[in-house]
């Protein structure tokens, strides 16, 4: 599956990067699925995961799950808490 | 109903007055403004810098707004929220509400500044005299959303 991730603040600090397209292997089908082969890529992701917690996640633009389902094309995007206001 | 995300400063006063156009049914307009000091946690801030999801952001505003309008009968509301450089001073933040009284536009003014801290994505970085350095999200953020997630809509 083909899938458009973005990262943001901190986050994107600690990985280098503002977004990257990914094709995930069969096996990862949910957000937290996609976090997890993310991270273990090994560096900067690894670290980075580990370091920024918490992590929200968004896909297609609205707040997701660990447990929500990945869709084909999907836009799904890493933050920390939201500090706005 | 309007949401903005914009770089450049609003005026509240002219802010409210679009806000209540000439709708004779406005009898009251609730608004909130949030301010940069340059002072958090103990350490002074030189200036803040706002970054966002463009897209969600404004999806997540408009979200925030259908549901104050499910619990209250409000007439409209506007959010206008700056980002990029922010110097102590400036202001950050506006919501504002009209209704035909004042008690939905007051409560419905204060849930949307407590939902927008905790559910719509905008990051603060402070810089200080020692370096700069992203802001963590408070737990007293979270516990006023929960504390609205706990209460009936009124309506």
Redesign the interface.
Known sequence: MKLSV?Y???LR?AIGRAGEDVEVPVSVTTVGELRAWLGQRGLPWSRAFAEVRPIRA?MD???AGDATRLREGAEV?F??????? | MTVRVQQKDFDVGAELAALRGANPKVGAIASFVGLARDLNEGREVLEITLEHYPGMTERALEDIVAEARQRWDILDALIVHRIGAIAPLEQIVLVAVTSMHRHDAFEACRFLIDYLKTDAPFWKKERTPYGAHWVEARSSDEQARATWQRREPRK
């Open positions: 973005l943001f603040a901190r600090d968004a633009q609205a707040m995007a933050f920390p808490p939201v500090t706005g206001g």
